[in-house]
């Protein structure tokens, strides 16, 4: 049964870096190319952050672009987001998610992880 | 960027009784391979988001014969035959045609 989980820190201050993990169990990381990271802010849409692939290219929503790195460790099975300068516009649910190679649906997601922005 | 706007935003409903969610984009999702790439979520309350249907009208594994997707193009609905108490949650759909992939607001159904 394959199982991601996100951990990081749940608190930061304005302008840390934001630095999460989502561990992949029950499956190789390397099997699927495209893995994804999402959020949703509280009482608000859905919001894609951006997308793994594992040719080392990563796809990015604009808005973050300049401020965002996806990465994957396959000696780790796992996956990484780093979010630089973060603001009070940053708090959310963070999730991370398998994302189909063909219909490029997000079909497995994290439990998710709350990140808290405050001073 | 794609636009998607859901309606409506809230649904109360009546267990047996059948619901409709409206999708429409500001640009067809309708690829050259003759697919249209969108999407259909379901968050129930304190899980995260779980696939329904993708690329328009395929259910996900796992997902009840009651939901079903329609449309093309710009226009597009997710419809439950015969609602159940299971089924409250929010539910959205996403473009996932080009990037940035995007959401509807979505809408919360309620019994």
């Known amino acids: 049964q394959v199982q991601l989980l996100e951990s990081g820190p749940g608190l930061l201050k304005p302008s840390e870096t934001l630095s999460l993990t989502c561990a992949v169990s029950?499956?190789?990381?390397?099997?699927?190319?495209?893995w994804g990271w999402l959020r949703q802010p509280p009482g608000k849409a859905l919001e894609w952050i951006g997308t793994?692939?594992?040719?080392?290219?990563?796809f990015y929503t604009p808005s973050l672009k300049s401020r965002v790195t996806i990465s994957v460790d396959t000696s780790k099975n796992q996956l990484s987001l780093r979010l630089k300068s973060v603001t009070a516009a940053d708090m959310a649910m963070y999730y991370c998610?398998?994302?189909?190679?063909?219909?490029?649906?997000?079909?497995?997601w994290g439990q998710g992880t709350n990140v808290i922005i405050s001073s | 960027e794609i636009v998607l706007t859901q309606s409506p935003l809230s649904l109360p409903v009546t267990p047996g009784e059948p619901a409709s969610i409206s999708c429409r984009s500001s640009?067809?999702?309708?690829?050259?391979?003759?697919?249209?790439?969108l999407d259909w979520y379901l968050q129930k309350p304190g899980q995260s988001p779980q696939p329904l249907i993708y690329?328009?009208?395929n259910r996900a594994s796992g997902v009840p014969d009651r939901f079903s997707g329609f449309g093309s193009g710009t226009n597009f609905t997710l419809k439950i035959s015969s609602v159940e108490a299971e089924d409250v949650g929010v539910y959205s759909c996403?473009?996932?045609?080009?990037?940035?992939?995007?959401f509807g607001q979505g809408t919360k159904l309620e019994i």
């Open positions: 996403m473009q996932a045609l080009q990037t940035p992939y995007t």
């Open positions: 640009q067809s999702l309708l690829n050259r391979n003759g697919y249209n790439y």
């Open positions: 690329l328009g009208s």
């Open positions: 029950g499956y190789s990381i390397s099997s699927t190319p495209y």
């Open positions: 793994f692939h594992h040719s080392g290219m990563s």
């Open positions: 998610a398998r994302q189909s190679t063909l219909v490029a649906t997000f079909d497995i």
